[in-house]
Every structure is written in C-alpha cells, then in structure tokens.
C-alpha cells in the first residue's frame, strides 16, 4: 500500500440515505475506502449492498448524507461530472459481465481507451496486454458470446483496469461461476488492482471471494458496519 | 486422522526407517502440526505389536530411530480395510457458538456484536488460509480449500443466526 493509504481516505460514504419510492434502501450507511485497499461489503440479498456500490461509483445519487471521492462530493455534482468521473477514475466488473456483444473481446477492452481518446491501434495493443495478463489473450478476436463464463469475466476485469482507474467496483463479479473459475477470477482482480495501486470494493455474500479482501463492512437493513480499525 | 493407518499407507510404498516416516508424513500431512518423534515410535510399536508391520533390519548403532519398518500383508489389508471405509460425518449439533448465542440472549447481552466479532474473526482466517493458498502448491490448496469450505458453512449459519436472532431471543426467554 502506498503513504496515501494511511492518511487521506480515497472514498468515503457519511451516513448515505437512499430510498426507491417508498423502500428504504440505504439507511445510514458509511464506507471508507483507501487508496490501493480492497474492501468486501458483505451482508444478505436485499440489505442495501448493491445500492450502496452504486451511490459509492455515483451510478445513482444517495438522497442525503455524503460520498467524498478524492475531496469532491458526488451528491452534489451534475449528472455530467458524475459520469466523466467514472469514465476516467473508475473501472466496473459486473456478475454478467455486461461485454458489448457485438464486439471482439479485444475490442470491448479496448472501449475505456477508445472513449478517452486513444488511437485505436494504441488502445488495442492496451487491451491486448490486458487480455494476456488476464490469462486469456486466445480469446482476443472472439465475440463474447463465443467464450465461456469464466473467460467473459476476466475479459471484463480487463476492460475495468485497462485505462489505469484509482477504484474498481466489483458487484457480485463471481455471482454467475462455478467455485474454480470465480478463485481465478478473484486472485487475477486483486493481483491486478495491487500491482497497479487501484482500490476495490467488492460487494458479495461469498465469504470466500471476501476472503480476498483485506477488510469487511457488513451492511443489514441498510446500515453498515466498517470494521475498518487505524493501526 | 489415524495417524496408525496413515503411516502403514506411507509404508506400502516400501520399508522406510522411522525418521524417513516422520518427515514423509510432515511433508504431505503435517503442514500445522508436525508429528513428534515419540508419537511416531510409540505408533509402530503398536503396529509391530499388531503384526501389521516387522522390522525389516536394524542399523548398526542402536536406538529406536535406526529399525527400518517394513509392512506385512496383515498391515496391507488393514490399510485397505481404513480406505474403504466411509468416516462418520460430524454434525457438529452441540457446538461452542451455539452456546454462546443462547447464554448471550438469556443474559441480556448483545448477541449480535457476538456474532459479528465471530464473522470478523472466521474471515480473519479465512483470509490467512486465501494468502496461503496463493502462494501454495497443489496439495497447500486442496488443505486450505477443505478448511475454507468449513469456515464457510460456519459463516452462512452467523448470518442465518443472526436474521433469527429476535425469533430465537423470544423462544430461550419465554
């Protein structure tokens, strides 16, 4: 971990409030998150986790309360900001990984760069280093459909790290894969996002993909308890 | 573990003398706890007792370390016998966290700060056993997956214990 991680927290959430018409989602919940840590937010089906990634990467804005990305807070920027945000700091795994079907594998990773404005023939050899490193450089010219759940999801984690983000939001990136392929997954992430300094946070109810984190918040009925402890 | 069995299973592949059964046992078993010199001596000679080893030559110079064990055709069967033979599952129904949650509840204490500082430290662990298995070879991961799958099934009973903690709070009291 890097001096930044011990001083000033990279995201923090302040009693977040958060409601989908008349149901609570989000109650009071609270994260804080360091450069270069991963953090699992764990807790059962509905308790609020997913909304709680999403106010955290500003995908939704929270009701009330704050989420401080880096000193800003996302609760209060436009709808503009909040997604030129993601596009440059953030990088997104999902439980399916959401690859553009039309696309090669190489080229779905190569999209992060492409949007910030990479040539393509750079942002390709990018993605195609990516690919390698995630053990699945074969499947680079294949179209998602064409390859197995486990190799979708590590292209995915290619396509989350390619432009080089400060925080990768991981939702279930397991959800969908057998014991074997969701290991892989989950060693390749963590080994990727420590060897680039990126933070994760990674929402599961796995407590074996959380044993991949270095620490744990808990979130029941919209609360959450960071264990975070300062040493 | 039968240590008895699984010494007469490292033996099958030839006669060894008991500080080589020692270390074969170390390197493939005894990854948290070594045996101890005495447990393997005290061992075959039981076994040798049992006629399911005989020594097969002793070494110039004496002392229990130098016999060179060999094992017998009753020792072979044995060995087959222990293989084949399903262990009793555990149930685990009278367990030290199931106490501790119900005496929580009877006393008026927080039995959900119990069963989250429980989930903090089965995760602890688990994490520890994840580190190792990285780094590990194939037999360090089968071991740590083995203890992480029974970390586990103790995790989801947490989390279901603490979805019915008010059910149960309500049935140790009445």
Redesign the interface.
């Known amino acids: 971990m890097s001096a930044e991680t011990l001083t000033e927290p990279l995201l923090q959430a302040t009693d977040v409030h958060k409601s989908y018409g008349r149901t609570a989602a989000l109650d009071g919940a609270a994260l804080t998150v360091r450069a270069g840590e991963v953090v699992a937010v764990m807790g059962p089906s509905g308790s609020g986790k997913s909304t709680l990634l999403h106010c955290l990467a500003g995908i939704v804005r929270a009701d009330s309360g704050q989420v401080r990305y880096r000193g800003r807070d996302l609760t209060t920027m436009s709808d503009r900001e909040r997604s030129a945000l993601r596009r440059t700091d953030f990088g997104f795994v999902f439980q399916f990984g959401q690859l553009v079907p039309e696309l090669t594998c190489l080229e779905n990773v190569a999209i992060p760069l492409r949007l910030a404005g990479t040539r393509r023939r750079d942002a390709e050899a990018r993605a195609g280093a990516w690919l390698e490193r995630l053990e699945v450089g074969d499947v680079a010219g294949q179209r998602p459909g064409e390859v197995s759940g486990g190799q979708g999801q590590r292209v995915a984690v290619a396509r989350a790290l390619v432009a080089g983000p400060r925080v990768v939001f991981a939702d279930e990136p397991t959800g969908a894969l057998d014991s074997l392929n969701g290991e892989r997954v989950m060693r390749l992430l963590t080994e990727a996002a420590h060897d680039t300094g990126a933070a994760v946070v990674l929402v599961t109810h796995e407590a074996r993909v959380a044993a991949y984190s270095d620490r744990e918040i808990v979130v029941r009925d919209g609360k959450s308890r960071d264990t975070e402890r300062v040493s | 573990m039968s240590i008895g069995h699984t010494l007469l299973g490292l033996l099958e592949s030839g006669p060894r003398h008991g500080y080589d059964l020692k270390r074969a046992f170390d390197e493939r078993f005894g990854h948290d706890r070594p045996l101890a010199y005495g447990q393997v001596y005290s061992t075959m000679a039981r076994l040798l007792k049992n006629g399911l080893v005989e020594v097969e030559g002793i070494e110039p110079g004496g002392g229990p370390e130098r016999k060179r064990y060999a094992i017998t055709d009753a020792g072979v069967t044995d060995v087959e016998t222990w293989l084949a033979r399903p262990e009793k599952p555990e149930p685990y129904l009278q367990t030290t966290l199931y106490a501790k949650v119900v005496l929580a509840l009877l006393t008026g204490r927080p039995a959900a700060d119990l069963l989250?500082s429980q989930?903090?430290e089965?995760?602890r662990l688990?994490?520890e056993?994840?580190r190792r298995k990285?780094s590990g070879d194939l037999a360090d991961q089968l071991i740590c997956d083995h203890a992480?799958?029974h970390?586990?099934a103790d995790?989801?009973w947490l989390?279901l214990t603490?979805?019915r903690l008010d059910q149960l709070a309500a049935e140790v009291t009445r």
């Open positions: 989250d989930r903090a089965h995760l688990m994490r056993l994840t990285s992480l799958f970390l586990e995790l989801r989390e603490a979805a």
